[in-house]
């Protein structure tokens, strides 16, 4: 296929940044310039690029994930970024949350050849899945949507004083001062922008960190979540 010609080889900070796991780096970009071309998960234009825009450029997020957490990737798409965070941080505890069918049988696709045992693959909405999957210390998120529409999506997922982690590009100044009335609504006790991946990537990753206090989501969210532990308590009884 043309497409899996055109992907570029590994550049050298690749090396360093997967460290044991470049081999299974590369077989990754390799299915998303294959399969994930095919079936539409990226656009051929992307190949190209593809460890420096995406591979690389998600997987500098692990410089802002602490050691042995819980994370939720949010709306993953073709695993970007919870595939090379998992690459990177065998620490973790990752679940890679796709609403698509086409999507999660990718990503368990990609799981299970890359043996990622500490990855997850849940098909559904973050709206969804609320008080169905345990909160976790951080949610991840890359090209999902404007901050103030993403953050009702993933900060409901977050343990109490847990954090939310969204790559954004030169509009995340301008993302974070528009969202700030609905960040704090939703519980957002602190905000701030990290840049990371200096000497890695080329502009280094812009990150917009959003970090909550004891009522991730809000009131709202508050009695919601209760209300669906106490349903999945009555299913269990049962």
Same mark, same amino acid.
């Given at each position: 296929?043309?497409?899996?010609?055109?992907?570029?080889?590994?550049?050298?900070?690749?090396?360093?940044?997967?460290?044991?796991?470049?081999?299974?780096?590369?077989?990754?970009?390799?299915?998303?310039?294959?399969?994930?071309?095919?079936?539409?998960?990226?656009?051929?234009?992307?190949?190209?690029?593809?460890?420096?825009?995406?591979?690389?450029?998600?997987?500098?997020?692990? @410089?802002?994930?602490?050691?042995?957490?819980? &994370?939720?990737? /949010?709306?993953?798409? !073709?695993?970007? #970024?919870?595939?090379? +965070? %998992?690459?990177?941080?065998?620490?973790?505890?990752?679940?890679?949350?796709?609403?698509?069918?086409?999507?999660?049988?990718?990503?368990?696709?990609?799981?299970?050849?890359?043996?990622?045992?500490?990855?997850?693959?849940?098909?559904?909405?973050?709206? @969804?899945?609320?008080?169905?999957?345990?909160? &976790?210390?951080? /949610?991840?998120?890359? !090209?999902?949507? #404007?901050?103030?529409? +993403? %953050?009702?999506?993933?900060?409901?997922?977050?343990?109490?004083?847990?954090?939310?982690?969204?790559?954004?590009?030169?509009?995340?100044?301008?993302?974070?001062?528009?969202?700030?009335?609905?960040?704090?609504?939703?519980?957002?006790?602190?905000?701030?922008?990290?840049?990371?991946?200096?000497?890695? &990537?080329?502009?280094?990753?812009?990150?917009?960190?959003?970090?909550?206090?004891?009522?991730?989501?809000?009131?709202?969210?508050?009695?919601?979540?209760?209300?669906?532990?106490?349903?999945?308590?009555?299913?269990?009884?049962?």
């Amino acid at each position: 296929m043309t497409e899996a010609a055109e992907l570029p080889p590994a550049p050298e900070q690749a090396r360093a940044v997967f460290g044991d796991r470049f081999a299974d780096a590369v077989r990754y970009a390799e299915l998303l310039a294959e399969a994930g071309v095919q079936r539409g998960l990226i656009g051929p234009r992307e190949v190209p690029r593809l460890w420096e825009r995406h591979l690389l450029n998600c997987a500098v997020l692990s @410089e802002a994930v602490p050691e042995g957490v819980t &994370v939720c990737d /949010v709306g993953s798409g !073709a695993g970007l #970024p919870g595939i090379p +965070l %998992a690459l990177v941080r065998d620490d973790l505890n990752i679940t890679l949350l796709e609403p698509l069918l086409r999507r999660t049988n990718f990503l368990n696709e990609v799981v299970e050849l890359l043996g990622l045992d500490h990855v997850t693959v849940v098909r559904g909405r973050a709206e @969804e899945v609320m008080g169905k999957l345990p909160p &976790v210390h951080v /949610v991840t998120a890359r !090209a999902v949507a #404007p901050l103030d529409r +993403l %953050a009702t999506w993933g900060i409901p997922l977050l343990r109490p004083y847990g954090e939310m982690l969204a790559l954004k590009g030169d509009t995340a100044e301008e993302e974070l001062k528009a969202a700030a009335t609905a960040l704090s609504k939703l519980g957002a006790v602190e905000t701030s922008i990290l840049h990371v991946g200096e000497g890695v &990537v080329d502009p280094p990753s812009t990150v917009v960190r959003v970090e909550v206090g004891e009522s991730p989501g809000g009131v709202r969210f508050a009695a919601k979540r209760a209300k669906a532990a106490r349903t999945g308590r009555t299913r269990r009884r049962r």
